[in-house]
């Protein structure tokens, strides 16, 4: 009876970590490979050479030991790299698998990376500083260098559980499911999740995996590889959100992946090309793109509000290689944080990286010094605008983003009651502006939470920027909702009182507190409603 008891108590706990799609909506996520993130005390900081494809010496524990720079950046999450037992054995020709994606006995714990107490310590601390906990699985495929490995090494130890060897066609959707993916240098057999004892066997792995480490969500590595049908009572017995990779660019032919047939979310790949059509300097320049990503997600995805949004990851190359000018950077990050979908970071974003493609996108973080850079600062900023949003106004997180201006080289963005105001111009002053109109009154108040400058809406709803500082984001938020953010002097206790003065008798009632300590240093046009950066 007590036995019965201890263990319902120890149900109740466990399900109290995991997080489900609801919680992790609002959440922001950090991406980390753990063999990059943080050296140990005493290791030499430039020994690391990302060309080599070798290990660094990164691991859980001095992930758990510099957790205060992701959580002073405003993040609610992280997500790491694979945390199971990886290849073993002599240099490939792509390196060695300090990326933890090259699936060995995936029963077992990477002890590169620490122990299984030191999972546990990493996943506590977490939890102590109210953040969540993804972990990167890869139950698609193990790694092999040859076409007959010894499947004794696997976790599946018997032929049928393994798809017969081929290449994939990326033109037939059976082959991308079945065959292998890697090449003739370092192949990875496609693991057979058809089969029944592979599926319930995968189902009590992860069930424990969640359990024993406490772990609030998994991102799973080539989901669009695996037979749809796969997911739902894989992720069902995890108990927690799944995000999938599914490497698709084209709306249509993601958006099948996210729903109750298949998985909670994706990663948003159309959107992240979108976002480097729209605004990679040099570039298409099209923010068409964006505007026509932005229509066909909500039409065809599920769920837009749920899926990840990224600028980098370990797949592709880091934005600063596709893109030279910062002010691209800091106008689709506001993007990724302000739209719809759960902004995700790649360590080294902040720090402006610029490696290329696999393997110089995975490049070590400890040579930045970890330095307060000023993309450092506006994520700061950017999350923390949203953890407030997230809790504080009236479901701003579910409110649909809707496009409300397009221009060749601007566009504003509003959800909820946020506007963002974006362009493509980069950082050279230009003789442009962007008009927007407003759904708000005349008069307006609204403070651009980026510059911390007021803005008061002119006529028509009309809100001008003009770039002649540059091509700098604008962020507007009604200056009376910021009350309790932190944000540009207001306080971060709702209900503190605070000088405030209205704008003028035009004004419409309640919404026209100004900050005292601000009108001086601002200028606003109050008959255009522009703003001229200078
Ligand atoms: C698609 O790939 C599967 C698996 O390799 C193969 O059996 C099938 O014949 C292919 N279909 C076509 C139309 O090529
Ligand atoms: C810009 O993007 C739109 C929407 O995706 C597309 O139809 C159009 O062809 C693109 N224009 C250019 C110049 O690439
Ligand atoms: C892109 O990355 C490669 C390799 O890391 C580097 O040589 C090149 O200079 C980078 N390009 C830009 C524009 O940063
Ligand atoms: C980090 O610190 C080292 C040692 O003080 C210095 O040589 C290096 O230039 C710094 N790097 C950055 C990016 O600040
Ligand atoms: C980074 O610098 C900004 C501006 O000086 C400061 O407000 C912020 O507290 C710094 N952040 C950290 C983590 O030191
Ligand atoms: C929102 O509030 C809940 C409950 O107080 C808290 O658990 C969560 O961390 C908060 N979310 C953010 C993003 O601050
Ligand atoms: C601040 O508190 C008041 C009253 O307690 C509440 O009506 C309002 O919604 C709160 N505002 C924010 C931004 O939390
Ligand atoms: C900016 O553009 C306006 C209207 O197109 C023009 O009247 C003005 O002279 C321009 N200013 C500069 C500094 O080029
Ligand atoms: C007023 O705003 C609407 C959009 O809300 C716009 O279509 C119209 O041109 C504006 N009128 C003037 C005079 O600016
Ligand atoms: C602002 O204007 C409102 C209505 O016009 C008035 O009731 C209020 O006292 C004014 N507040 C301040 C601080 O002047």
């Known amino acids: 009876m007590a036995l019965v008891h201890f263990l319902f108590l120890l149900s109740i706990f466990r399900v109290a970590f995991a997080a489900t ?81 090259w699936i060995q006995d995936i029963s077992q714990l990477n002890d590169r990376f620490g122990s299984a107490d030191d999972l546990k310590a990493l996943s506590d601390e977490v ?7 993804m972990v990167d699985v890869v139950v698609n495929n193990v790694m092999a260098l040859s076409q007959n490995p010894d499947l004794t090494k696997f976790m599946f130890k018997e032929q049928e559980q393994y798809h017969p060897y081929c290449s994939v066609d990326y033109t037939n959707l059976t082959s991308e499911q079945d065959c292998w993916l890697g090449d003739t240098n370092v192949y990875l057999p496609d693991v057979n999740t058809q089969d029944s004892t592979v599926v319930s066997t ?18 799973i590595d080539a989901a669009k590889h695996v037979n749809t049908d796969f997911w739902p009572q894989f992720c069902g017995a995890a108990g927690v959100f799944c995000i999938g990779e599914v490497y698709e660019t084209e709306v249509d032919n993601c958006s099948p992946y996210q729903g109750p047939q298949a998985l909670d979310s994706v990663l948003n790949y159309p959107m992240y090309a979108a976002l480097v059509d729209g605004f990679a300097i040099p570039g298409a320049l099209n923010l068409s793109a964006i505007a026509d990503t932005m229509a066909q997600s909500k039409q065809k995805f599920k769920d837009p509000g749920l899926l990840g949004n990224f600028l980098e990851n370990h797949d592709v190359p880091r934005w ?17 944080f302000m739209s719809d979908g759960i902004p995700i970071v790649y360590y080294g974003q902040e720090q402006y990286f610029y490696g290329a493609s696999d393997p ?16 450092y600062q506006m994520i700061t900023t950017l999350n923390q605008l ?90 507007l938020v009604p200056s009376d909702h910021l009350q309790g953010s932190g944000l540009c002097g ?24 100004f900050d005292a ?17 200078n």
């Not at 995968?202 to 991102?219: A, C, E």
């Not at 110089?360 to 307060?372: C, G, K, Q, V």
Request: hydrophobic letters at 35%; a negative charge; one cysteine or more.
């Open 202 to 219: 995968y189902q009590s792995w992860i069930k424990d995996l969640v359990q024993t480490y406490n772990i609030d969500g998994l991102r």
């Open 360 to 375: 110089y996108n995975r490049e070590p973080l400890w040579p930045s010094n970890y330095t307060n850079t000023t993309a």
């Open 386 to 475: 949203r953890n407030f949003l997230v809790n504080s106004t009236d479901d701003w997180l579910h409110s649909e983003a809707q496009l409300l201006t397009t221009t060749p080289h601007g566009m504003s963005v509003m959800k909820g009651n946020v506007i963002s105001i974006l362009t493509n111009i980069g950082s050279p002053p230009a003789n442009t502006s962007i008009a927007v109109y407003t759904p708000f009154e005349n008069n307006f108040a609204t403070t651009d939470i980026l510059s911390c400058r007021q803005w008061a809406v002119g006529s028509n709803g009309t809100v001008e920027v003009q770039y002649t500082r540059g091509g700098e984001p604008v962020i």
């Open 127 to 133: 939890h102590r500083r109210g953040m969540y906990l």
């Open 21 to 101: 799609a609801e919680q992790w909506r609002g959440r922001s996520i950090y991406q980390i490979i753990v063999d990059r993130y943080a050296l140990p005390a005493g290791a030499d900081p430039t020994a690391c050479d990302t060309g080599k494809q070798t290990w660094c010496g990164g691991t859980w524990a001095t992930i758990k030991d510099n957790l205060d720079y992701i959580q002073d950046a405003g993040f609610t999450a992280i997500w790491i790299s694979p945390v199971n037992q990886n290849y073993i054995g002599e240099r490939t020709p792509y390196g060695d698998p300090y990326h933890g994606y």
């Open 320 to 336: 600063g290689n596709l893109s030279v000018d910062p002010q691209s950077l800091y106008n689709a990050m506001a993007f990724t």
């Open 517 to 533: 300590m601000m009108t001086s240093a601002v200028l606003v046009l109050l008959s255009l409603g522009s703003f001229v950066f």
């Open 490 to 513: 207001y306080s971060a206790q709702n209900g503190s009182s605070k000088a405030a003065a209205n704008v003028s008798s035009g004004a419409a009632a309640g919404f026209s507190r």
